[in-house]
């Protein structure tokens, strides 16, 4: 199965966004009191923004693979428990390096979600999805959006909407989509701009999110539609294809960075934030580069080739053309 370049375009954009939204509680950073100027952009433009997309891409992912799975004959569903067992083993050691990490709670999900309504037909998908996803929302998003947000990328596979974004007219109704989004979510974020505290885990400000969200994921699909899309899938690309890697991967390069925190003049301030982006920043371009040079080598990343062995029972070997899209996030 031929891997669907847009999608691992915007999985490494989802992993840059959550690198500088995660930044903050890896560095243990002391909050100042009130808000400062970077810390309200933050929240408007990144914090549960890009969580909502790569916890879609998960349900994705999961489908594409069940999908490829079913072309083959294999109906067996042993393999995805031990997927998301090793997930959740994963997951539980992350947790001690970065409280509130995604790993483990997408494990608990996968296995009480996603796999049983692997079972549903398509109207099934469909119909929890529209359960789900508004009581995410209800519940003030974060964590509650992970049920939904996998469900929804279930059903967009049932309906082959992943293969349609890489066929030429697609990117007009992505456009449109990002722009009506993006209009919307434009008149929410001066609300929420004058009154901070609602950012984060709140209603108003997951409906935001989930608006921006879409309009990212949007703007992205039509961007690869454009001469920039070979420079997106060398960079974001490769990223994406080595996710659960890379994730895992910040948070220890954040960590090795914690103890020069004060010569770097990272901090809870304005202009500290600034400095943790730009932290951020460098830890992403390098992991493009490791990310590519592994690449050129190997199939997949070192995490990816051991989740793999870990969910197939064996080494199956794997084409550089023909790489599943990975069912982490």
Known sequence: MKRIDTLDVIRGIALCGILAANAPTVLNLPAEEGFND??????LTVHERFFPIFSLLFGLGFGLMLASARRRGETSRWPYVRRFAFLLALGGVHQLLQPGEALLPYALA???VLLPASWLPRWGVVAATAVL?????VAGGGFALIPGAFVLGLALTAFDVPQRLEQPGAWRPA????VVTGAVAALLLPGLAANPGTLGFSMSSTVTGLLMATTYVGLTVALMHTPVRGALVATFGSLGRVSLTN????TLLLLAARPFQTQLGIDGTAQ??????????????LQVVLSRVWLSRFPQGPLEQVW????WGSAR???????????NA
């Open 175 to 178: 456009l449109s989509l990002a």
């Open 133 to 137: 996803l508004p009581a995410g929302v």
């Open 247 to 250: 994730y895992v991967g910040a």
């Open 272 to 285: 500290g934030l600034l400095r943790m982006l730009a932290l951020c920043g460098g830890i992403a371009l």
């Open 308 to 311: 793999r062995r870990v969910t």
């Open 317 to 327: 070997p794997v084409s550089r053309a023909a790489v599943p899209a990975p069912a």
């Open 38 to 43: 970077v810390q309200v952009a933050l929240g």
């Open 110 to 112: 996968g296995l009480l």
